[in-house]
């Protein structure tokens, strides 16, 4: 029952970050995020227990049908919204935190062929432009905004708003407490 609560729960952030959302039930057929964050579930709990092919096997047939691709051995936290979808990647070693909200467009890819941490972090209460890419083994801190287009292949610290080819910290918000 935790779970049921916990996905109703995810429902209603989406119709809260949303204003086009008009209920959980069109938020539950009509939005890509739903169906993609449902099959990268499964997908992940397949990966963590060593069965590779058939958890890629999901990702591949979940980003066919809804034009988001999340490798199967991502970590992503509770509350991740991604609006519109389309084009939307996120890489094998990339972490994204809670309450997280990514554009369509949205890259998390990875800058080398190692087998080691090679895309992203993402901390808490991130809002990621469309079209960012955010490149390689890099922190982006809570509470952070990455404007539209942005190319970040350097840390964010916390707090920050980030915009720009490369991505430059444009403005820092000085309450900690608040919570974009």
């Given amino acids: 029952m935790k779970a049921w609560k916990q996905f109703l729960a995810e429902l209603d952030y989406i119709q809260e970050n949303d204003p086009a959302a008009r209920s959980r039930w069109e938020v539950f057929w009509l939005y890509p995020s739903v169906h993609a964050m449902i099959a990268h579930r499964c ?37 991740f919204f991604i609006d519109h979808g389309m084009g939307v990647v996120i890489g094998e070693t990339a972490k994204v935190g809670n309450y997280c909200v990514l554009y369509h467009g949205v890259t998390l890819g990875g800058t080398s062929t190692s087998r080691s941490q090679r ?31 942005a190319v970040v292949v350097t840390d964010i610290p916390h707090n920050s708003v980030a915009v720009g080819m490369p991505a430059k910290v444009i403005r820092t918000i000085e309450d900690k407490d608040v919570h974009i």
Avoid: V
Avoid at 45 to 57: C, N, S, T, V
């Fill in 119 to 149: 895309h992203p972090t993402l901390g808490n209460h991130i809002i990621i432009g469309a079209g960012a890419q955010l490149l390689g083994d890099i922190i982006i801190g809570d509470n952070c905004k990455i404007g539209a287009n």
């Fill in 43 to 79: 997908a992940h709990y397949l990966y963590r227990h060593q069965w590779f092919f058939l958890a890629r096997f999901i990702s591949q047939i979940s980003r066919f049908f809804t034009g988001i691709e999340i490798h199967p051995g991502a970590e992503i936290g509770r509350f």
